[in-house]
């Protein structure tokens, strides 16, 4: 089982990100597909949620009309697509995958905001 990450790295304020998720090992259409982000001494937070492909997705205040969460159930990845990016956006971001009695976690890819 597996949640491997990409798409992390350095932009300036405005810019923009896409973070990929691919997934192996399990059934990645029936699990609820997460990105959270951690930043510097602080608590990791959920930042989109979206439950299946094409259903209503959740949104953390702070990046609602900014970020979109997707997937594609075909390919086992889950998307994370961040415009407007801001200096306080810069975390390490984790994908989750969560079902039942299973959870699984990616590694986290960092993303820095900065001019």
């Known amino acids: ?3 491997v990450e990409s798409g992390g ?3 300036q304020p405005g810019g923009s990100l896409r973070l990929s998720c691919a997934a192996s090992g399990f059934t990645f259409s029936s699990y609820v597909a997460s990105w959270y982000r951690q930043a ?3 608590e990791r ?3 989109a949620r979206q439950p299946r492909a094409g259903s209503s ?3 953390a205040d702070s990046v609602k009309g900014r970020f979109t969460i997707s ?6 990845t889950m998307y994370l697509q961040m415009n407007s990016l801001k200096p306080q956006d810069t975390a390490v971001y984790y994908c989750n995958a969560r079902a039942l009695n299973y959870e699984y976690w990616g590694q986290g ?3 820095t905001v900065s001019s």
């Open 1 to 3: 089982v597996q949640l």
């Open 9 to 11: 790295g350095l932009v």
């Open 40 to 42: 510097p001494g602080q």
């Open 45 to 47: 937070e959920l930042v």
């Open 57 to 59: 997705a959740y949104y």
């Open 71 to 76: 997937r594609d159930n075909a390919k086992n």
């Open 109 to 111: 890819t960092q993303v």
